[in-house]
């Protein structure tokens, strides 16, 4: 049985197909793929994008969503095995997933890092506990990846550049946010710009920045493959310099991971990342870079507002993409 918790489990014949039946979505919305059919949306974290699109793509397709709250709406879960359940959780994954295995087609999961112990985090335990249990396809709504995310953000730039994105200069770089935050769509954006062939750029602090190893690992194996480069950089103008795309994101310094009073003061010393004009304009053809995020952002800390409000900024695009490029991944996975 296929999931989709990472697009590195995916050929990519299989994500440009999930691709081209996103942008077909995008030409003619409704179907009756999920006729019949439901999904269990878990969310441990908040979300507005997430939920509304998955709610919104499954009716279009002619199917169910029920969205579930572990904690909040619905029983908290235990997912460490073998352990005496004498504290806050009600019941077990091993139970949670096998049931809702029998009354849903597809599970959605989000589960944010706990943000104490990364050797921890970086095992993924929840998206992995549901995966190993459920008897349906599980689907990654935002772990310490984000692959729908992924798959909306090279939706708007296919629709920009072409299929074709191979030699493009992609810039992902860091951006100043006063709390420490996920890594996931930093490791995702660069798991899916070197796949797609990019010459990317990693644009950080420092080396405290870099993201952890086994992201950096799929992104060196995938320009192997790709026929792409990846760079990474501290210099800020020669980062931006012709660049195709700049995407930013802001995440938390791993070796400080848990002791985020500590990376707060390293952190602060760089609120210049700030997209912003200046650096916007350092991009090709004297400033026709297209530049995203992944939304949520704030504006005047990680992009200004004139940033945002350029028709070079496709970061709307890239989250009404989000509703097309689900529904053709429900329909894959429910294809089978
Ligand atoms: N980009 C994204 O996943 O948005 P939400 O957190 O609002 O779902």
New binding site residues.
């Given amino acids: 049985m296929k999931h989709f918790l990472n697009t590195q489990d995916w050929s990519r014949a299989e994500l440009d197909a999930l691709l081209d039946e996103a942008a077909a979505f995008k030409a003619s919305k409704f179907g009756q793929q999920m006729a019949g059919k439901s999904i269990a949306l878990v969310f441990f974290?908040?979300?507005?994008?997430?939920?509304?699109?998955f709610e919104i793509g499954a009716r279009q397709l002619g199917g169910h969503a029920v969205v579930l709250a572990p904690g909040k709406d619905a029983w908290p879960i235990e997912f460490e095995l073998g352990t005496v359940m004498d504290g806050e959780a009600e019941e077990h994954i091993a139970e949670v997933a096998r049931v809702l295995s029998r009354y849903v087609d597809l599970i959605g999961v989000?589960a944010f890092p706990k943000f104490v112990d990364w050797s921890v985090d970086r095992q993924d335990r929840v998206l992995m506990g549901f995966a190993k249990y459920a008897t349906v396809p599980v689907i990654n709504?935002?772990t310490i990846t984000?692959p729908?995310?992924e798959l909306a953000h090279a939706l708007a730039l296919r629709e920009r550049f072409g299929k074709d994105l191979r030699g493009r200069k992609y810039v992902l770089t860091w951006t100043y946010h006063p709390k420490a935050l996920n890594t996931a769509?930093a490791n995702s954006a660069l798991t899916i710009a070197t796949r797609l062939g990019m010459d990317v750029t990693l644009l950080c602090p420092n080396q405290q920045y870099l993201l952890d190893e086994r992201y950096m690992d799929w992104a060196r194996q995938n320009v192997a493959e790709s026929g792409g480069s990846l760079t990474v950089s501290h210099d800020i103008d020669a980062a931006y310099r012709d660049a195709d795309v700049v995407y930013a994101k802001s995440w938390g310094a791993l070796p400080f991971f848990g002791n985020w009073e500590a990376e707060k003061p390293l952190r602060d010393q760089y609120k210049h990342f700030i997209v912003d004009e200046r650096k916007m304009a350092l991009t090709r053809d004297g400033g026709k870079g297209l530049f995203s995020h992944?939304?949520?952002l704030r504006r005047n800390v990680k992009a200004t507002d004139g940033v945002m409000d350029s028709p070079n900024c496709i970061a709307i695009d890239e989250?009404e993409n989000?509703l097309h490029v689900q529904k053709a991944v429900m329909a894959r996975l429910l294809r089978g």
């Fill in positions: 974290n908040p979300s507005l994008r997430t939920r509304t699109s989000r709504l935002e984000h729908c995310q769509v992944c939304l949520p989250a989000r």
